[in-house]
Each structure stands twice: as C-alpha cells, then as structure tokens.
Antibody, heavy 121, light 107 residues
Framework: QVQLVESGGGVVQPGRSLRLSCAAS????????MHWVRQAPGKGLEWVAV????????????SVKGRFTISRDNSENTLYLPLYLQMNSLRAEDTAVYYC??????????WGQGTLVTVSS | EIVLTQSPATLSLSPGERATLSCRAS??????LAWFQQKPGQAPRLLIY???NRATGIPARFSGSGSGTDFTLTISSLEPEDFAVYYC?????????FGGGTKVEIK
C-alpha cells in the first residue's frame, strides 16, 4: 500500500536551515507529482511546493519562494524513494507540521503523517 | 491567488442529522475543487475530487456539488466518526489554495 513517511523535523533557530525527507513506497514514485503542504499549530492547511513527476517543473508558495527547495531522486535503487524539502533562512512563521503528499490526476490523494518543524530561539 | 471562503466556521449537529458545508471561490475554479476531512492529530484525507466525485473508499453519505464559484459538501446522515474539520481546496490556478475549514462538532 502507499506509504509516505516524513522525517527531519525538529527545533531550529531563526535564520538556520533544515532539510525534510519523505520516504515513499508502495507505488511507482517516478510516475507521480509530489507536494509539501504545511499546517501551523491550530491553523489551516497551506500548500508549500510541488515537483513534477519527472522533476521538470517546480512551483512554490510566495511565502517560501527563494528560501525553500523541493527535490526528488527517482534514480535511487532503494526500497524507499525520497522527496526532499530544503528549508533555508527559517522564520518563526515557518513553524508547522509539514506533510508530504502524492498527487494523482491533479488531486492530493495520499498524505504522510507529517513532521513538526519549530523555529524558535 | 484564488481565495476560498468556507462557511460556517463551526457547525453543531447531532449524529443522524444532515450536514451542509459551503465553499465559495473568489473566481471561477470550474470543477477543480476537492474536499478533505481532518481529525485531530491526523493527516487530511481526500473525500471528494472534481467537485462531485468520491475518492476511493469514501462512504456514499458524503456528496459534493457545485461548479464555478459555489460548492457544497453534504453529509447525508452524520456518523460519530464524521465529527472533524473539513477543508476545500482548488487546483484551477497556482498556487493551490485551501479554505479556512469548517469544524463539524457534536451538539
């Protein structure tokens, strides 16, 4: 079955960097677009970034453009294929649970359980 | 950016009652609208896509309707497990955007 497992969250000081990972399994990873969506504590959902199935296109929310980079490795010969989110120049307002999400036919059909990022001094 | 406005913010109902949730877009999204359910401590779950199509495994008591700027999610008869927060989301334009959510709580 489809599994998405995020890791890499934690407490980080403002201005520092963090890289999130998402281990994907149970489907043909190279055939699907992948997204990151975040949710600040007690708040709603905010889309962050998308990466096309083949890595050819990326889009970002304005709130993270120039600071965050989404990437993937379709070539790794492992059981769990990775999606990444490199987050630089972190701000307090980036504090959130970050979800890795698969896109199917334009919709966000499978979500990981999320990893919490806390930006605080 | 397309803004999605959900109403009401909170809906207080009893099990067995009908729930009607609204999502209004700031400009037309055609039928490119989805609904998600989120329970405390859990990831969102896709319920409805393309405004009216149930996702895999979603019970028939959930239905979606609408097009353009006005959409509705209806739960025909609330089950105990349906009390949760519901979000709409559009994929018509980048960036993808979500509504602010409607909390369906037990009355």
């Amino acid at each position: 079955q489809v599994q998405l497992v995020e890791s890499g969250g934690g407490v980080v000081q403002p201005g520092r960097s963090l890289r999130l990972s998402c281990a994907a399994s149970g489907f043909t990873f190279s055939s699907y677009g992948m997204h990151w969506v975040r949710q600040a504590p007690g708040k709603g959902l905010e889309w962050v970034a998308v990466l096309w199935y083949d890595g050819s296109n990326k889009f970002y929310a304005d709130s993270v453009k120039g600071r965050f980079t989404i990437s993937r490795d379709n070539s790794e010969n492992t059981l769990y294929l990775p999606l990444y989110l490199q987050m630089n120049s972190l701000r307090a307002e980036d504090t959130a649970v970050y979800y890795c999400v698969r896109e199917s036919s334009g919709y966000l059909d499978y979500w990981g359980q999320g990893t919490l990022v806390t930006v605080s001094s | 950016e397309i803004v999605l406005t959900q109403s009401p913010a909170t809906l207080s109902l009893s099990p067995g009652e009908r729930a009607t949730l609204s999502c209004r877009a700031s400009q037309s999204v055609s039928s490119f609208l989805a609904w998600f359910q989120q329970k405390p401590g859990q990831a969102p779950r896709l319920l409805i896509y393309d405004a009216s199509n149930r996702a895999t495994g979603i019970p028939a008591r959930f239905s979606g309707s609408g097009s353009g700027t006005d959409f509705t999610l209806t739960i025909s008869s609330l089950e105990p497990e349906d009390f949760a927060v519901y979000y709409c989301q559009q994929r018509s334009n980048w960036p993808l955007t979500f509504g602010g959510g409607t909390k369906v709580e037990i009355k």
